[in-house]
């Protein structure tokens, strides 16, 4: 694939991501959720200061995402605007992960119930958005899961380590999951790419076709 072609699909990797940004509204409604399942089993000052770090991240990335869909000059460096989202995104995963390491609680299987359903639910909610773009969505899960992986094999107990199990489980199968939705998703902006490009070669063709049989017509004009 030419550098050009894999430019303007990156660009529409970038587009796409940009154009997808509307679940922001989940994010606070996750953090509300695990705060008050986890009030009285965490020190209310650390859950606080946990969801407004969350709330700031949002906040950016809303930012971000208004200032790139108003932006007038199109021509900008989209790979500016893709990093940008990435960090914002990795910091994301980052007040997730942390939220596995410091929330988890050894002595309250409940707790530790509640703490992975949502964990696995900010990676499961993730994965569908940003699959296209591999490099920046294996680092997200990444930071949200291995933390609270890392707390239930350090417990010294059978169910943790079950529990860690099954966490190393989901996170080779949702990597799976992730190259397969990957490839299928780059497919289709090449597969994209090369019918556009097609329909402007049979459009080319056409217009010099009719540029010929204009002349024609006017030879023969010309010789009657």
């Not at 209310?44 to 969801?51: D, T, Y």
């Not at 790139?68 to 000059?73: E, N, P, T």
């Not at 988890?104 to 530790?112: R, Y």
């Not at 490839?183 to 090449?190: E, F, K, T």
Request: aromatic content about 12%.
């Amino acid at each position: 694939m030419k550098r050009t072609d894999k430019n303007q699909i990156f660009t529409k990797q970038i587009d796409s991501i940009y154009e997808k940004s509307t679940a922001f509204w989940a994010v606070p409604v996750m953090v509300i959720i695990l705060c008050g399942l986890l009030r009285g089993t965490v020190p209310a000052s650390l859950l606080l200061s946990w969801a407004a770090a969350n709330f700031l991240i949002m906040l950016a990335r809303l930012l971000l995402v208004r200032r790139y869909r108003s932006r007038q000059d199109s021509t900008l460096d989209v790979k500016k605007w893709g990093w940008i989202y990435a960090w914002l995104l990795w910091l994301s995963g980052l007040a997730w992960g942390v939220s596995g390491f410091l929330f988890f609680a050894p002595d309250s299987f409940l707790h530790q119930v509640y703490l992975t359903l949502m964990t696995v639910g900010a990676v499961t909610g993730a994965t569908p958005l940003y699959s296209a773009l591999y490099h920046f969505i294996l680092p997200y899960v990444v930071l949200v899961l291995s933390p609270l992986a890392f707390r239930f094999f350090s417990a010294d107990d059978p169910i943790s380590m079950t529990m860690g199990g099954l966490l190393l489980l989901f996170f080779i199968l949702l990597l799976s999951s992730i190259r397969t939705l990957n490839r299928s998703l780059n497919d289709a902006l090449i597969r994209s790419r090369e019918n556009k490009t097609l329909i402007t070669e049979l459009e080319q063709s056409k217009n010099m076709l009719e540029s010929k049989l204009t002349e024609l017509d006017q030879t023969n004009t010309a010789l009657e």
